[in-house]
């Protein structure tokens, strides 16, 4: 009996190490292409894909909104699109709400999308939150002028994020001695983060005198 339940847990284990993440990534796209229709009843009734074609086809929502981020990108590469951009913007900084959180996901944007940033380029480890107890960090700035005169040495802005969410977490200002720069990927630790450690990169080798030169 013993053995057959070895036999089965085995077997089952293997099933599911093989479905539940494929079933999660079905499920994620489908989540993913049913939010993206949801832009498509900004088009009017006759245009609509289910109205020209007689039924429903999921996914034309992303066909629309990359048309529409690509003749946005067509249109503000010209010259009146840049003064257009530039009025809107100027708009929107002078709404004080709105001020905020639109300079805040715009400098998220280009950040994480264009050549601009360096933005979670480097995974390091810090003490956090306390010493002797290390946690992993993405940098996301290495050049911070205001707060190192403050503090009086060179700081560097490292993100801890929290698992399994990595979307929260906090930033915490860390002396350049004091971090830890890794050979992770971005990537694998960021499912390090999400599967609570379960899942580790194949590099998981600290370079102690490997520090974040100045920026």
């Keep these: ?35 993206a229709d949801e832009i498509l009843p900004l088009l009017p009734a006759q245009w609509q894909p289910d109205a020209v074609l007689g039924f429903h086809v999921p996914g034309f929502g992303v066909i629309f909104a990359l048309v529409v981020l ?66 992993v960090g993405f940098v996301t700035a290495s050049d911070v002028p205001d707060i190192d005169r403050v503090a009086g040495e060179k700081l560097v802005c490292v993100y801890v994020p929290t698992t399994p969410n990595p979307t929260s977490g906090l930033i915490v200002y860390v002396p350049l001695s004091q971090v830890r720069e890794t050979e992770m990927s971005v990537d694998g630790a960021m499912k390090m983060v999400v599967t609570m450690g379960m899942v580790m990169p194949p590099q998981r080798i600290i370079t102690d005198s490997a520090l974040l030169p100045p920026a």
């Design 1 to 35: 009996m013993k053995r057959l339940l070895r036999w089965l847990r085995r077997y089952l284990v293997t099933g599911l190490l093989v479905w539940v993440p494929l079933g999660v990534t079905l499920l994620t796209f489908r989540f993913l292409l049913d939010l």
């Design 70 to 135: 690509l003749g946005t990108g067509i249109l503000l590469r010209n010259l009146i699109g840049s003064t257009l951009l530039g009025w809107w913007e100027d708009l929107m900084n002078r709404i004080p709400l709105v001020r905020s959180i639109y300079s805040g996901a715009k400098g998220i944007t280009e950040t994480r999308v264009s050549d601009k940033g360096s933005s979670f380029s480097k995974v390091v480890l810090i003490e956090y939150p306390r010493r002797d107890m290390w946690s």
